[in-house]
């Protein structure tokens, strides 16, 4: 069993039940070491004083707040701890909202929550299922590492999902980031009908599990190859595509390829409903399910290494053109 990151107490009005907090998502990215090209030497990161090689250790840092006007102000361990937020093990649900009304642009990492002890188990399960029969979320903040949070908690299945948020200001508004977003105007309602039609005809239920990290399985089976002494063949980047000059055409074109690609799926030629050729190709040949889309890992080039075996059809169109062939 897991062990918890947090341990207290959730309350909502006078109740209070005793839980655990633990992590509900891993990392999975590919950790790589630094080397020097061409040799089997580590690169190591050193502190050490600017101006200087010399090396400092880490009880002889400090920390430095720098200023608008460039300077740093420098802050000792004390003078932080003096203003550190009183260690808590209390999460108190201060306010109930509607769960949709939290734009998700606000959401940090999710834990769940689990009671501590089989006493504790009844007033569990009396909130969760209260929340959950509700549709409701509790807000919250919590302190945890030092650090104060705010935090959506939700009712799912049989447990209790707690979700750190961002507070307010530390959301970006748009337009201070990019100034090239095009306001509220008027489009033809031929080229806008078309594109709500093809979002209609893509448009199919959550799966989470049809989604996989193409990128991670492929760089994964480059260290296998490479391990096993094998040749990694690199294929040269695809030119880039010009400029969509008609829009309605383009979009009716890609209305076509998604009606014929869920022809094929409901005629037994891809598990999950859903072809390849309506997702942007994103197929994985990694040994995942092969209803993989493969969005998540992919960027607007949808680099798939899977080329070698996939030269002729939709496996080449759109973005779901390859940089590496790993098979």
């Known amino acids: 069993m897991a062990r918890p990151v947090w341990s207290g107490s959730i309350s909502f009005g006078l109740v209070n039940i005793g839980v655990g907090l633990y992590s509900a998502t891993e990392n999975r990215d590919v950790s ?3 080397f020097e090209k061409g040799t089997d030497k580590r690169v190591r990161n050193k502190r050490v004083a600017e101006g200087t090689d010399r090396e400092v250790a880490y009880e002889d ?43 998700p642009i606000y959401y ?5 929550l689990a009671p501590r002890g089989e006493e504790h188990q009844h007033a569990y399960a009396l909130l969760r299922d209260a929340m959950k029969d509700s549709g409701l979320a509790g807000i919250a903040t919590l302190v945890m590492r030092n650090k104060q949070y705010l935090a959506a908690i939700r009712a799912q299945d049989d447990v209790l999902v ?23 105007r008027k489009l ?16 199919t239920d959550w799966k989470p599990e049809s989604y996989h990290d ?37 979009l009716e074109q890609s209305i076509q ?21 309506a997702r942007s190709s994103g197929k994985s040949s990694s040994g995942g399910s092969g209803s993989s889309k ?29 940089r590496k062939k790993a098979s």
């Open 188 to 203: 033809p309602k031929k080229e806008f009908d078309t594109a709500v039609q093809l979002i209609k005809q893509l448009s």
């Open 214 to 250: 193409t990128y991670r399985e492929q760089v994964l089976r480059v260290v296998e190859q490479k391990a096993k002494g094998q040749e990694v063949d690199v294929e040269e980047a695809p030119e880039p595509q010009g400029d969509v000059i008609d829009l309605v055409a383009a």
């Open 162 to 184: 707690l979700t750190t948020m961002h507070f307010a200001d530390e959301i970006r508004q748009p337009r201070d980031v990019a100034d090239d977003i095009p306001g509220r």
């Open 32 to 34: 790589f070491h630094q």
């Open 61 to 103: 840092i400090t920390k430095g707040y720098e200023t608008e006007s460039g300077e740093h102000v420098i802050i000792t361990q004390d003078e932080l701890e003096s203003v550190q937020p009183e260690t808590s093990r209390a999460i108190t649900i201060d306010d109930f909202v509607e769960l949709a009304g939290i734009d």
């Open 108 to 112: 940090q990492r999710s834990y769940y």
């Open 294 to 322: 493969g969005r998540t890992a992919k960027s607007s080039s949808g680099k798939n290494s899977s080329a070698k075996n996939s030269k002729s059809g939709s496996a080449r169109s759109s973005s779901g053109k390859s």
């Open 257 to 277: 390829k998604a009606r014929d690609g869920q022809g094929r799926a409901s005629s037994g030629g891809k598990s999950g409903g859903r072809s390849s050729g």
